[in-house]
């Protein structure tokens, strides 16, 4: 049987659910006296039941491009046939051009003429949808689109460009990098999603959840963002570059969000163990002074290795073996990690140690800090999962010692890791927090 066939007759379930029918493909024959084969009766009971699944988030891209009228003003046939287009175009992959001209011509037999340029209005607004999310951190331009339901779409990023030799960036010279990335990143991401309809941008606009977190390397993004916002006539929705890596990071981590957790940021700007609960972070501690990925960069870059010298020193570190004889220094659920960088520096100049085992030694110190971070953490608040993100925390290998040493010490808190492509700096987070955003607002206007 015809495609368009079915689709009428799934047009005509998913009217009879307004009515609280549950009718399906078997029944069609009794309902309207057609009888579909094997195909067509599992492409019309897969999207009548979704479309019942989904029916609130569909309603809610609907009623976000009404204009003037409300989804009680809707006729239920022109409700019914505007809920079926809008799956098919968001949940079955159904290009948009086509969701559309079949819908209206289902409009032409069931509604009128009359209606069909109303419809055609409404779906053309309720296409492809996406929220764009923008991140500006101190070495990644990053965009990211994900549909308003949280489906992540295409992800672009680029490494900031750091002479050889530095130890890292001035914010000017990330702020102008920033802004001369930034076209390339927006366009990289739409090509990925051609017939996208942007609903929706959100922006890192500083580092940490608190009012005087600021960095001017996050004012390229905020300041595109909110203009394309504006130029789209879209809201625009601020966030933190911290609650976006947790956002991220949690991502197919096996997270459970309805219990705390304890969240740790790694990166080369930021040490800390938050407590995520019920959506929100609250600090618990970090480092007192060096960041983790600032220890890592500066023995790498001492070791004459390429910025940032993550990657590079963590290969060198599979060829040596630790000893641990870095002591660990913690105070509360806080750590000091500046001596471990004196003692790598005399080290280096010294010359006696070999390499390998500098870096191996490195690592070691990190995987035994944080493990002993978190144990502080899960005590003082009972949490007993923990997710890691960040750079550092993408580390192949110190996820791995992380895992055996806490298992071998009985930490009593389950690891979770993100997806090593959204461990690092990446606007995946920052875009499922807009895409959260627009969502609680399209259900407080519909």
Not at 316 to 340: D, F, R
Not at 365 to 376: D, K, N, P, Q, Y
Request: net charge negative.
């Amino acid at each position: 049987m015809a495609r368009p066939i079915a689709r009428e007759a799934a047009m005509q379930l998913v009217f009879e659910q307004l009515f609280g029918g549950e009718a399906t493909a078997e029944t069609l024959v009794d309902l309207i006296d057609y009888k579909p084969g094997e195909k067509d009766s599992t492409y019309i009971n897969t999207v009548v039941s979704g479309v019942k699944e989904h029916a609130e988030q569909l309603d809610g891209e609907i009623a976000a491009c009404l204009r003037g009228w409300t989804l009680a003003r809707l006729s239920r046939v022109d409700l019914a046939i505007m809920r079926l287009a809008v799956y098919e175009m968001q949940y079955s992959g159904l290009p948009a051009a086509v969701a559309i001209n079949e819908a209206v011509e289902l409009t032409r037999k069931y509604s009128g003429e009359e209606s069909c340029p109303f419809v055609n209005g409404v779906l053309g607004g309720a296409g492809m949808r996406a929220v764009l999310g923008i991140d500006t951190s101190c070495y990644t331009t990053s965009c990211a689109l994900v549909t308003p339901e949280g489906e992540i779409l295409s992800s672009s990023r680029r490494l900031l460009t750091v002479e050889d030799g530095a130890r890292g960036l001035m914010q000017s010279q990330g702020l102008f990098q920033h802004v001369k990335n930034l076209p390339q990143m927006v366009q990289n991401v739409m090509a990925d999603v051609s017939d996208a309809e942007i609903c929706a941008v959100c922006a890192s606009t500083r580092p940490r959840p608190a009012e005087d977190s600021y960095m001017p390397v996050f004012r390229a993004g905020e300041s595109q963002a909110r203009a394309a916002a504006s130029l789209l006539r879209v809201p625009f929705y601020p966030a933190s570059h911290q609650e976006g890596h947790v956002r991220a990071a949690m991502v197919d981590a096996g997270i459970d969000e309805t219990k705390p957790f304890l969240a740790l940021h790694l990166s080369g700007g930021t040490t800390e163990i938050l407590l995520s609960e019920e959506g929100k972070l609250t600090l618990l501690g970090g480092s007192l002074d060096l960041h983790a990925g600032q220890l890592v960069d500066r023995t790498g870059v001492r070791l004459h290795m390429p910025f940032p010298a993550g990657p590079s020193l963590e290969k060198l570190a599979m060829e040596g073996k630790a000893q641990g004889l870095i002591g660990v220094s913690i105070k509360g659920v806080s750590c000091n990690m500046a001596g471990a960088e004196n003692k790598v520096t005399r080290w280096i100049e010294g010359g006696d140690m070999p390499k390998a085992q500098i870096a191996a030694e490195v690592f070691d110190f990190l995987c035994r800090s944080i493990l002993r971070m978190i144990a502080a953490a899960g005590e003082q608040t009972e949490a007993r999962q923990a997710l890691l993100a960040g750079g550092v925390a993408s580390s192949t290998l110190l996820r791995g010692m992380l895992l055996e040493r806490a298992k071998k010490t009985r930490l009593g808190c389950r690891l979770c890791f993100a997806r090593p492509e959204l461990s690092g700096d990446n606007a995946v987070g920052v875009a499922l927090l807009g895409a959260e955003a627009y969502r609680a607002e399209c259900r407080l206007h519909g």
